[in-house]
């Protein structure tokens, strides 16, 4: 088991630097968690910055925010994602991004609209907009309980996006599309009237 936590920690960093590149995180902002055993996760730590992050920095800790082992405090959203374990117990990976096509749909509360055939096979459809909590607080993560509904992720009103999975591959791509879909729509609006599909 120690050798499998070790194997995730160091997934998490390559996951989260990889996030940082590609331009998923925007300074230390986003985190990443993996649920470990029904009421415990590793998840990123507050406020470090991607490029830095080392294995031993990732913090594992219960639902409840009970800290087990990691020297750093955990991500100010730690509530969030326990939220999301609580509420769905086959989500095992959760990912939180502050892409910037996704996040701009975020900021004006519009879901966004299942317009490539990604958005049917990968995200389950339209991706919708979570209410508006205060950062660090339970809420983020218990309004975007409804949202997540069915739904490979979410965004969250004026903060960013949650893309969630069985495991971290799952979220991460997911997270990916999210930003394609809301990137492709944006651009399809300038030449056009985008045309959303339902099904395959
Ligand atoms: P930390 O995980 O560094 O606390 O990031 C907070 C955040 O992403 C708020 O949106």
Same mark, same amino acid.
């Given at each position: 088991?120690?050798?499998?936590?070790?194997?995730?920690?160091? +997934?998490?960093?390559? @996951?989260?630097?990889?996030? #940082?590149?590609?331009?998923? #995180? $925007?300074?230390? $902002?986003?985190?990443? $968690?993996?649920?470990?055993?029904?009421?415990?996760?590793?998840?990123?730590?507050?406020? %470090?910055?991607?490029?830095?992050?080392?294995?031993?920095?990732? *913090?594992?800790?219960?639902?409840? !925010?009970? *800290?087990?082992? !990691?020297?750093?405090?955990?991500? $100010?959203?730690?509530?969030?994602?326990?939220?999301?374990? @609580?509420?769905?117990?086959?989500?095992?990976?959760? #990912?939180?991004?502050?892409?910037?096509?996704?996040?701009?749909?975020?900021?004006?509360?519009?879901?966004? =609209?299942? *317009?490539?055939?990604?958005?049917?096979?990968?995200?389950?459809?339209?991706?919708?907009?979570? /209410?508006? /909590?205060?950062?660090?607080? +339970?809420? &983020?993560?218990?309004?975007?309980?409804?949202?997540?509904?069915?739904?490979?992720?979410?965004?969250?009103?004026?903060? !960013?996006?949650?893309? %969630?999975? @069985?495991?971290?591959?799952?979220?991460?791509?997911?997270?990916?599309?999210?930003?394609? &879909?809301? @990137? %492709?729509?944006? #651009?399809?609006? *300038?030449?056009?009237? =985008? %045309?959303?599909?339902?099904?395959?």
């Amino acid at each position: 088991m120690e050798q499998n936590l070790d194997i995730l920690r160091q +997934e998490i960093v390559d @996951k989260s630097l990889e996030a #940082f590149r590609e331009g998923l #995180f $925007s300074g230390t $902002s986003g985190n990443m $968690s993996c649920r470990v055993a029904p009421d415990e996760m590793l998840i990123t730590p507050t406020s %470090v910055r991607y490029d830095v992050l080392r294995a031993q920095d990732i *913090v594992r800790m219960k639902l409840d !925010g009970t *800290v087990l082992e !990691g020297g750093l405090q955990p991500s $100010s959203e730690w509530r969030m994602h326990a939220a999301v374990y @609580k509420a769905y117990g086959e989500t095992n990976a959760v #990912f939180h991004t502050h892409s910037p096509y996704a996040t701009a749909f975020a900021v004006v509360r519009k879901s966004i =609209p299942a *317009v490539l055939i990604e958005s049917c096979i990968f995200l389950g459809g339209d991706i919708r907009c979570a /209410a508006y /909590a205060a950062p660090g607080t +339970e809420s &983020v993560g218990t309004n975007a309980i409804p949202v997540l509904r069915d739904r490979g992720g979410c965004t969250l009103a004026n903060h !960013g996006v949650l893309a %969630v999975g @069985k495991d971290l591959a799952q979220a991460y791509l997911r997270a990916e599309y999210i930003e394609d &879909v809301a @990137k %492709v729509y944006t #651009f399809s609006k *300038v030449l056009g009237t =985008p %045309v959303e599909i339902a099904s395959l």
